[in-house]
C-alpha cells in the first residue's frame, strides 16, 4: 500500500477510551451523535494537507491533495508531493496504477481498514465496532474493537473546527510520530465528470 496512504489510513485508529458513569453517559450519547451529525457528508469534495513529524528530522513530511466524497463511498488522492489515489469503494480498496490511466488494482486490506477510513472521511461510523468517546469540546476519541489495528496507534483525536466543513485529525503512532491532517469540506456536490471516477475499471 502507498506509504502516505497507508499513513491516513492509519489515523483513523486510537486506543483511548473514557468511561463514565449513567447520567454523564446519557449527556455524552447526546453530544456524540450531534458531532457525528456535523461529520457527516452524502457527497461533496475536500482538500487536505497532512504534517508528518517524525522524532529524528526537524521538519514534517508535508502532502496535500483531495478528498471525495460520493454515496459512502472516497477518493482520496495525494496531489503533492507525489501523485497516488485511491478508490475505497463498499470493503475494497483500489489503487490507480499510474497518472493518467483508468487502471486500479485492488489493495489487500483488513476489512475494518475501510470502516475506518469511511468515519473520518464521510461520517459514517459503525458503533459497534467502536469504542467512541469525547476527547473534549467538537473532538472524538476511537478505539477500535479490532485487536490487531489497535496495535498500531497509541492515540488519535478527530476534531471539528470552525465549523462542520473544517476538521483535524491528530495521530501518534506505535513509533511516537505525529501525524496532522487538517481537511477542508469547499463543496457538497459533485460534478458529473468527478462522480464518474467512482466508476473503478469501466
Given at each position: 500500500?502507498?506509504?502516505?496512504?497507508?499513513?491516513?489510513?492509519?489515523?483513523?485508529?486510537?486506543?483511548?477510551?473514557?468511561?463514565?458513569?449513567?447520567?454523564?453517559?446519557?449527556?455524552?450519547?447526546?453530544?456524540?451523535?450531534?458531532?457525528?451529525?456535523?461529520?457527516?457528508?452524502?457527497q461533496?469534495?475536500?482538500?487536505?494537507t497532512?504534517n508528518?513529524h517524525?522524532?529524528?528530522?526537524?521538519?514534517?513530511?508535508?502532502?496535500s491533495g483531495?478528498?471525495?466524497?460520493?454515496?459512502?463511498?472516497?477518493?482520496?488522492q495525494?496531489?503533492?508531493?507525489v501523485?497516488?489515489?485511491?478508490?475505497?469503494?463498499g470493503e475494497?480498496?483500489?489503487?490507480l496504477?499510474?497518472?493518467?490511466?483508468?487502471?486500479y488494482l485492488?489493495?489487500?486490506?483488513?476489512?475494518?481498514?475501510?470502516?475506518?477510513v469511511?468515519?473520518?472521511?464521510?461520517?459514517?461510523?459503525d458503533?459497534?465496532?467502536?469504542?467512541i468517546?469525547?476527547?473534549?469540546?467538537q473532538?472524538l476519541q476511537?478505539?477500535?474493537?479490532?485487536a490487531?489495528?489497535a496495535?498500531?496507534?497509541?492515540?488519535?483525536?478527530?476534531?471539528?473546527?470552525?465549523?462542520?466543513?473544517?476538521?483535524k485529525?491528530?495521530?501518534?503512532?506505535a513509533?511516537?510520530?505525529?501525524?496532522?491532517?487538517?481537511?477542508?469540506?469547499?463543496?457538497?456536490?459533485?460534478?458529473?465528470?468527478?462522480?464518474?471516477?467512482?466508476?473503478?475499471?469501466?
Open positions: 500500500m502507498n506509504k502516505l496512504f497507508y499513513a491516513s489510513v492509519l489515523m483513523v485508529l486510537a486506543v483511548v477510551f473514557n468511561a463514565y458513569g449513567d447520567d454523564t453517559a446519557s449527556a455524552e450519547n447526546n453530544e456524540l451523535t450531534a458531532i457525528f451529525g456535523q461529520l457527516k457528508v452524502e461533496g469534495l475536500a482538500s487536505f497532512q508528518k517524525f522524532s529524528f528530522l526537524s521538519t514534517p513530511m508535508r502532502s483531495t478528498i471525495k466524497v460520493h454515496q459512502g463511498n472516497i477518493i482520496w495525494v496531489e503533492s508531493p501523485f497516488s489515489k485511491q478508490v475505497i469503494m475494497q480498496i483500489w489503487q496504477e499510474q497518472q493518467g490511466s483508468n487502471n485492488p489493495v489487500v486490506s483488513h476489512s475494518s481498514i475501510e470502516n475506518l469511511k468515519a473520518i472521511f464521510s461520517g459514517e461510523v458503533q459497534s465496532q467502536w469504542q468517546a469525547l476527547a473534549e469540546q473532538c476511537f478505539k477500535p474493537n479490532d490487531i489495528l496495535k498500531a496507534i497509541s492515540q488519535l483525536e478527530v476534531c471539528l473546527l470552525e465549523d462542520s466543513q473544517h476538521r485529525v491528530s495521530l501518534i503512532d513509533q511516537n510520530n505525529l501525524t496532522e491532517i487538517i481537511i477542508h469540506f469547499t463543496r457538497n456536490t459533485l460534478t458529473d465528470d468527478e462522480i464518474s471516477e467512482f466508476n473503478v475499471n469501466s
